[in-house]
Nanobody, 118 residues
Framework: QVQLVESGGGLVQPGGSLRLSCAAS????????MGWYRQAPGKERELVAG???????NYADSVKGRFTISRDNGKNTLYLQMNSLKPEDTAVYYC????????????WGPGTQVTVSS
C-alpha cells in the first residue's frame, strides 16, 4: 500500500515563497505519473503541476513561471517550489501518484493547507 504525506504548507504573505514536499512510502520510480493538485473552498480540485514518465512536466497556466515541480528519486520525494504567491493560490494542496497498466489507480496524500494572506 502506497502512502503519500505532504508537508511544508502554512501561512505566507503575498509575494512570499513556500516549498511543499511529498514523501512516498516506496520508490517513486514505480509511478507512471506524479503531481500536485489543489482545491480551494467551493472549487473543484485542479492540477497545479505534474510529472509524467520520462521527466516531462506540465503546469497550470495560473502558476507558470512561479511554481516549479521537482523530485528526488533517492529520497522518494516530490517537491513544489512556490514563489510569488498570490491570495488566489490559497488552497489545500494534494500530492498524487498514478500507477498504470491495463487499469490505473491514483494514490493521494491527506493534503497540506497553504494560505496566502497579509
Amino acid at each position: 500500500q502506497v502512502q503519500l504525506v505532504e508537508s511544508g504548507g502554512g501561512l505566507v504573505q503575498p509575494g512570499g515563497s513556500l516549498r511543499l514536499s511529498c514523501a512516498a512510502s516506496g520508490s517513486i520510480l514505480n509511478f507512471n505519473a506524479m503531481g500536485w493538485y489543489r482545491q480551494a473552498p467551493g472549487k473543484e480540485r485542479e492540477l497545479v503541476a505534474g510529472f509524467t514518465r520520462g521527466e516531462s512536466t506540465n503546469y497550470a497556466d495560473s502558476v507558470k513561471g512561479r511554481f516549479t515541480i521537482s523530485r528526488d528519486n533517492g529520497k522518494n520525494t516530490l517537491y513544489l517550489q512556490m514563489n510569488s504567491l498570490k491570495p488566489e493560490d490559497t488552497a489545500v494542496y494534494y500530492c498524487s501518484a498514478r500507477v498504470a497498466g491495463i487499469y490505473y489507480y491514483d494514490y493521494w496524500g491527506p493534503g497540506t493547507q497553504v494560505t496566502v494572506s497579509s
